[in-house]
């Protein structure tokens, strides 16, 4: 099994930065991607950013430019830096990571002011 641990959220103002961290715990199994997924009130679950085990990354077109993912393999640990936050930010995000499946954390909320 493995299990996700999300933290860093928190209440930023608009423009400033968060740092996510995501420790993925686990005594077998190799994890190969690494993400973070939000989801904001009434709305589905999105894509934030992935990372695979090269460190081939892939973002949503909306954090694009503002967003960094990175990944310590050995830690099995995903960051995610977030700059230039905007109320529209406002989430709960959730890490991901896959082994045979695709586990989940139960999340971590950041919230952005106006």
């Known amino acids: 099994q493995v299990l996700p641990v999300e933290s860093g959220g928190g209440l930023v103002q608009a423009g400033g930065s968060l740092r996510l961290s995501c420790v993925a715990s686990t005594r077998r199994y190799t994890i190969s991607l690494m993400g973070w997924y939000r989801q904001a009130p009434g709305k589905q679950r999105e894509l934030v950013a992935t990372i695979t085990s090269d460190g081939n990354t892939n973002y949503a077109d909306s954090v694009k430019g503002r967003f960094t993912i990175s990944r310590d393999s050995a830690k099995n640990t995903v960051y995610l830096q977030m700059n230039s936050l905007k109320p529209e930010d406002t989430a709960v995000y959730y890490c991901?990571?896959?082994?045979?499946?695709?586990?989940w954390g139960q999340g971590t909320q950041v919230t952005v002011s106006s």
């Open positions: 991901t990571a896959r082994s045979i499946f695709d586990y």
